[in-house]
């Protein structure tokens, strides 16, 4: 099921934060401890249906759980070994993906193996036989590959050969011929929507190598499966840029969500680009420093703001699952990054795909063994949507005036109704408070000369409600 996406007039939105750690509604999907590899999620309306692959023979499988995050029947056991699959849902039945069990543990393979298909309709039955989607192909791992439902046609994009290639296959089974996206070689690949076209995006590498430098690309698709415009660059220096993208759209154009190696310490930095349905690409923008050595993006919107979780220190006991909204301008939307999952019992969350459906965020996490890094266990967590958490006081011009904005050495607040404020806080985008002082009265004057140029957050409290206003300061 799909979400229909709009863009809301240019406003600021001022939220209430979260807490530090947004426990609230995490479940588990899977307790057997031998899940190889999570796949990929989809909602029918009234259920989600989780894939993976399990056991030592990387079986196949799939788990319904119910919207409020309970376990909906048994297991499903697809009764072939595999990765694990990509899952897309077109109205009626589901539509599982998968390439040869070996991939779970060559995840960079790039041909020798067959993409199979099976439908499943919403009580767990197969609906009709295994086919065949592609052969000497992979999806690899589910970020190797996309699927995605829209136009009454499933759109896949799978590798061949180290290349991107794209087909259609109808609800009832009809696959189109492949066509190839470029010929520039292709690691994790990305995809979303636009109402008219996908974009599909990748970062690239050398025949058989993996060991410098990757650059992002993209190519536009349309939902009948053929090639809209050329390639082109989407993020190109000289740093690597390996491991999953992700990619959202928000009604007028894409954020493609990466992280690349930094320069100055090898550790990894998360960055966002737009990029326009005409493929016009923005200007970086930094969602989390090396200091954190943030990997795994995944980024999705909920028709108002986005959401962007990632692991802090992934593939380490310190690794955690962070999160944080961002407006489609890519600005944060309050000062606050929270905590989705943790460790548990010494299995520590590895990476948490996210996507919005039924007026709610569904985070999912791999929780592993650290020691082996084969096996571990399935959890998802439930997260408002960011209009959810929209401060019901606010800070707009009728009541409270923040300004000058842009500012330069001084910020001047004016209360202009009978609100009262015992506080004012000043963040940067990273959340960390600069400056805080009592405001009791209905004019205040702010020192802000020692800050440097940037995006700010100006928080005003009354001990209960908080309100958040963006400004920017320009020296």
């Known amino acids: 099921m799909k979400t229909k996406l709009f863009v809301l007039p240019l406003i600021v939105f001022f939220a209430i934060l979260l807490p530090n750690n947004i426990k609230a509604q995490e479940f588990p999907v899977t307790s057997s401890t031998d899940v190889s590899m999570l796949g990929e999620v989809a909602f029918d309306g009234t259920n989600y249906l989780f894939g993976f692959a399990e056991g030592s023979n990387s079986m196949v499988s799939a788990q319904f759980i119910s919207s409020t995050g309970g376990l909906v029947g048994q297991k499903i056991s697809l009764g072939y070994s595999g990765g694990a699959p990509l899952v897309e849902f077109d109205g009626t039945n589901y539509l599982l993906l998968w390439s040869a069990a070996k991939q779970v543990f060559n995840p960079d393979k790039a041909f020798g193996d067959t993409i199979f298909g099976q439908f499943l309709n919403t009580s767990g039955a197969l609906v009709g036989n295994r086919f065949i989607i592609a052969i000497n192909a992979?999806?690899?791992?589910?970020?190797?590959?996309?699927?995605?439902?829209?136009?009454?046609?499933?759109?896949?994009?799978?590798?061949?050969?180290?290349?991107?290639?794209?087909?259609?296959?109808?609800?009832?089974?009809?696959?189109?011929?492949?066509?190839?996206?470029?010929?520039?070689?292709?690691?994790?690949?990305?995809?979303?929507?636009?109402?008219?076209?996908?974009?599909?995006?990748?970062?690239?590498?050398?025949?058989?190598s993996y060991d410098?430098?990757?650059?992002?690309?993209?190519?536009?698709?349309?939902?009948?499966?053929?090639?809209?415009?050329?390639?082109?660059?989407?993020?190109?220096?000289?740093?690597?840029?390996?491991?999953?993208?992700?990619?959202?759209?928000?009604?007028?154009?894409?954020?493609?969500?990466?992280?690349?190696?930094?320069?100055?310490?090898?550790?990894?930095?998360?960055?966002?680009?737009?990029?326009?349905?005409?493929?016009?690409?923005?200007?970086?923008?930094?969602?989390?420093?090396?200091?954190?050595?943030?990997?795994?993006?995944?980024?999705?919107?909920?028709?108002?703001?986005?959401?962007?979780?990632?692991?802090?220190?992934?593939?380490?006991?310190?690794?955690?699952?962070?999160?944080?909204?961002?407006?489609?301008?890519?600005?944060?939307?309050?000062?606050?990054?929270?905590?989705?999952?943790?460790?548990?019992?010494?299995?520590?969350?590895?990476?948490?795909?996210?996507?919005?459906?039924?007026?709610?965020?569904?985070?999912?996490?791999?929780?592993?063994?650290?020691?082996?890094?084969?096996?571990?266990?399935?959890?998802?967590?439930?997260?408002?949507?960011?209009?959810?958490?929209?401060?019901?006081?606010?800070?707009?011009?009728?009541?409270?005036?923040?300004?000058?904005?842009?500012a330069i050495d001084y910020l001047d607040i004016s209360i202009l109704s009978n609100k009262k404020f015992k506080s004012i806080n000043i963040y940067d985008v990273f959340g960390k408070r600069l400056i805080s002082q009592s405001f009791n009265q209905e004019n205040l004057r702010i020192d802000i000369s020692k800050l440097c140029s940037g995006i700010y957050f100006v928080e005003l409290t009354d001990g209960i409600n908080k309100g958040i206003k963006k400004i920017v300061i320009r020296k």
């Open 138 to 208: 992979t999806i690899s791992s589910p970020k190797g590959g996309c699927l995605d439902y829209n136009n009454g046609l499933y759109m896949v994009v799978f590798k061949q050969n180290d290349i991107n290639y794209a087909l259609t296959i109808s609800p009832s089974g009809v696959i189109s011929t492949p066509i190839q996206l470029s010929s520039i070689t292709s690691g994790d690949n990305a995809m979303a929507f636009d109402g008219t076209n996908y974009l599909v995006a990748w970062w690239t590498h050398g025949v058989g």
């Open 212 to 406: 410098y430098e990757q650059d992002i690309y993209g190519q536009f698709i349309s939902s009948t499966g053929s090639l809209v415009g050329g390639t082109f660059v989407i993020d190109d220096d000289n740093t690597n840029s390996d491991n999953p993208l992700s990619m959202a759209y928000d009604g007028n154009k894409y954020m493609v969500t990466y992280h690349v190696e930094s320069e100055t310490n090898g550790a990894w930095e998360l960055f966002s680009r737009f990029v326009s349905t005409s493929g016009i690409v923005d200007n970086r923008i930094c969602l989390r420093d090396s200091t954190y050595n943030p990997s795994f993006a995944y980024t999705s919107f909920d028709g108002t703001n986005y959401l962007v979780t990632w692991a802090d220190s992934a593939f380490s006991m310190q690794s955690v699952i962070k999160g944080r909204y961002y407006t489609p301008n890519g600005t944060p939307l309050d000062n606050n990054i929270f905590t989705i999952f943790t460790t548990i019992n010494g299995d520590v969350p590895m990476y948490a795909g996210n996507f919005f459906t039924n007026n709610k965020f569904l985070v999912v996490t791999f929780r592993i063994d650290p020691s082996n890094f084969i096996f571990g266990d399935i959890y998802g967590a439930f997260v408002p949507s960011s209009a959810s958490i929209l401060d019901p006081i606010g800070l707009d011009n009728d009541n409270c005036l923040i300004y000058p904005n842009p």
